[in-house]
């Protein structure tokens, strides 16, 4: 089978890690770069690529069979927009939108199109939230109560220095970092529908919020809560806890999630498990019996890409579309405005 020709627009730390996939890929090839900047070209030629200023000019210069978008979030409706008006399906990275409204005009063009559109929600792709999912959907905890999550760590000086938007409002932990725990508890623990939050900057003092709690209801009755952060000294997050992405230390021993139904509890990613032998013994009284759930390791980004491929190939639907990655944003957005307005913001 010939390898598909997959671009990428935008050079950045993302779009470099794709790069690095596609050309280690036995699927696909490098097509070509998209990005203006000066240091694109020398990724380009270093690659022994074309390199385009933009994506326009790359489709009327050669064949694609694929673009991954991985520029900043003002650009992604955009770029997807080209893509859809040229017939090339697309892996847009996450979020999908820069806006609830922005997502909304790509979700219209991309359904009336009939578009392939994937959304770059890459932990879809992993297997320790797929055997996490799994156990919640087979009943082994019962009817789910609460859930509790963080994603807290520690953003150095550095990475503020270095983009001092960071700093400004909608650059905090909310509308960069929260989207992904959404996209997360929506597969655990099913459709959000209100939020309520309290954000404060006392640490940074930042015009932007360092640190956020969040209160969840799901649609099925269970509820949520969350502890965000970005000024914190803790190890409790996915990255530093999951083992999935190598440029993050990671401690075996922390858990990021601990999902609670009527008949037991599964602490996310040590899958550890706590269950009663038989439901007449429910009673915090009685001892749980304990179990370690196996999972296989496997690189989520590696996986998506070898999904991507066989979207494009039109043997697989994508397992994230566009109107999946605007729930996920639709939820952070709402997070933001009940953190600015302390009201309880409900979802349809």
């Given at each position: ?6 671009a990428v627009?935008?050079a ?9 996939l596609?050309?280690?890929?036995d ?5 070509g770069?998209?990005?203006p ?7 380009a030629?270093?690659?022994g ?5 933009t994506l326009?000019?790359?489709f009327?210069a050669?064949r694609a ?9 003002q650009?992604h409706v955009q770029?997807?927009l ?8 697309a892996l847009?990275?996450?979020p999908v939108?820069?806006?609830v ?5 790509l979700?219209?063009?991309a ?13 879809v ?5 797929a055997?996490?999912?799994a156990?919640?959907?087979r ?5 789910l109560?609460?859930?509790t999550?963080?994603a807290?760590?520690?953003k150095?000086?550095?990475?503020f220095d270095?983009?001092p ?10 509308l ?5 725990e959404?996209?997360?508890l929506r ?10 939050a ?8 930042f015009?932007?919020?360092?640190t ?23 190890a409790?997050s996915?990255?530093q ?12 021993d922390e858990?990021?999630y601990?999902?609670?139904?009527t008949d ?7 899958m ?8 007449e ?12 759930a196996?999972?296989?390791r ?10 991507f491929c066989?979207v494009i190939?039109?043997e697989a ?6 109107r999946d ?6 939820v952070?957005e ?8 302390g009201?309880?913001?409900t979802l349809?």
């Amino acid at each position: 089978m010939a390898k598909l020709e997959i671009a990428v627009a935008g050079a950045g730390t993302i779009g470099r890690t794709h790069i690095g996939l596609i050309q280690a890929s036995d699927a696909c090839r490098l097509a070509g770069i998209v990005d203006p900047a000066p240091g694109a070209a020398e990724i380009a030629r270093a690659a022994g690529v074309p390199r385009y200023e933009t994506l326009k000019a790359m489709f009327a210069a050669q064949r694609a069979d694929g673009v991954i978008v991985a520029t900043p979030n003002q650009l992604h409706v955009q770029n997807g927009l080209d893509c859809i008006e040229a017939g090339v399906p697309a892996l847009i990275e996450k979020p999908v939108a820069d806006s609830v409204a922005e997502g909304i005009r790509l979700r219209v063009a991309a359904e009336r199109a009939g578009a392939r559109i994937l959304v770059g929600h890459h932990r879809v792709h992993s297997p320790l939230l797929a055997t996490a999912c799994a156990i919640v959907q087979r009943g082994t905890l019962g009817r789910l109560v609460a859930v509790t999550g963080s994603a807290m760590f520690y953003k150095p000086d550095g990475y503020f220095d270095e983009a001092p938007w960071r700093r400004q409002p909608g650059g905090g932990p909310i509308l960069i970092n929260m989207v992904h725990e959404i996209g997360n508890l929506r597969a655990l623990c099913g459709e959000i529908v209100a939020v309520q939050a309290f954000a404060s900057n006392a640490t940074r003092g930042f015009p932007v919020e360092d640190t956020v709690a969040i209160n969840l209801r799901f649609a099925n009755g269970a509820l949520g809560t969350f502890m965000l952060s970005d000024t914190a000294a803790s190890a409790r997050s996915w990255e530093q806890t999951s083992q999935e992405n190598k440029s993050y230390a990671t401690y075996p021993d922390e858990d990021c999630y601990v999902i609670v139904g009527t008949d037991g509890s599964l602490a996310v990613p040590t899958m550890r498990l706590k269950t009663y032998a038989r439901k007449e013994d429910r009673s915090w009284w009685k001892p749980f019996r304990t179990d370690v759930a196996a999972i296989d390791r496997a690189d989520p980004l590696e996986r998506q890409l070898t999904h991507f491929c066989a979207v494009i190939r039109g043997e697989a639907e994508p397992r994230v579309t566009a109107r999946d990655g605007l729930a996920n944003l639709r939820v952070t957005e709402a997070i933001a405005e009940a953190a600015r307005t302390g009201k309880i913001i409900t979802l349809d």
